[in-house]
């Protein structure tokens, strides 16, 4: 099975600052990475697909990268609605696997 | 739009089973994969199998093969996501999530997850 490996596990930020969160596969899965953001107590929400494609409707601010076994997502300025937990996933292969998680917290 | 729409919340008894409904709107219901996913209390994502709505096959995890059954019908658009010999630590959210990969004529492609289904919490507990 792929192992996928968030980092860091949480992480303070203020509104208008740059973020990175980085995402490790235990093997290569070439573009197979998708990101995903929860809020407190909704579903997942798809930000960005095939790690670098962006969904429709998911603000400019929102940006990924990568391939083979490292990838990261970036906020290029916070918001306040960014504030939520952050998944990666991958789905080269079943069974597909997610991230942790990261968890961006107001500063 | 397109839309999920699961069952409500749900608490049984260890060794029972539950069954959890996620209609679909705003598109062909048979034309792509489901998958269901589950999220345990403060924890994270844990992908559980897919289901072919338009052929009914299947394909689970190996840690759920044997207690989980997936199934459709068809005729009222819905997928259901059927859990058996339930434990404690079963208890958590369950999610059905439409596929990105189109049934006909071929699966191919990158496979991600929009949109998903409110989240069914089923409660495990004696």
């Known amino acids: 099975d792929i192992q996928m490996t968030q980092s860091p596990s949480s992480l303070s930020a203020s509104a208008g600052d740059r973020v990175t969160i980085t995402c490790r596969a235990s093997?290569?899965?070439?573009?197979?990475l998708n990101w995903y953001q929860q809020k407190s107590g909704k579903a997942p929400k798809l930000l960005i697909y095939a790690a670098s494609s962006l969904q429709s409707g998911v603000p400019s601010r929102f940006s990924g990268s990568g391939s083979g076994t490292d990838f990261t997502l970036t906020i290029s300025s916070v918001q306040p609605e960014d504030f939520a937990t952050y998944y990666c996933q991958q789905s080269y292969i079943t069974p597909y696997s997610f991230g942790q998680g990261t968890k961006l917290e107001i500063k | 739009q397109v839309q999920l729409v699961q069952s409500g919340a749900e608490v049984k008894k260890p060794g029972a089973s539950v069954k959890v409904s996620c209609k679909a709107s705003g598109y062909t219901f048979t034309g792509y994969y489901m998958h269901w996913v589950r999220q345990a209390p403060g924890q994270g994502l844990e992908w559980m199998g897919w289901l072919n709505p338009n052929s009914g096959g299947t394909h689970y995890a190996q840690k759920f093969q044997g207690r989980v059954t997936l199934t459709r019908d068809t005729s009222i658009s819905t997928a259901y996501m059927e859990l058996s010999r339930l434990r404690s630590d079963d208890t958590a959210v369950y999610y059905c999530a439409r596929s990105s990969i189109v049934v006909i004529p071929a699966a191919e492609g990158i496979d991600w997850f929009d949109p998903w289904g409110q989240g069914t919490l089923v409660t495990v507990s004696s």
């Open positions: 093997q290569s899965i070439t573009t197979y």
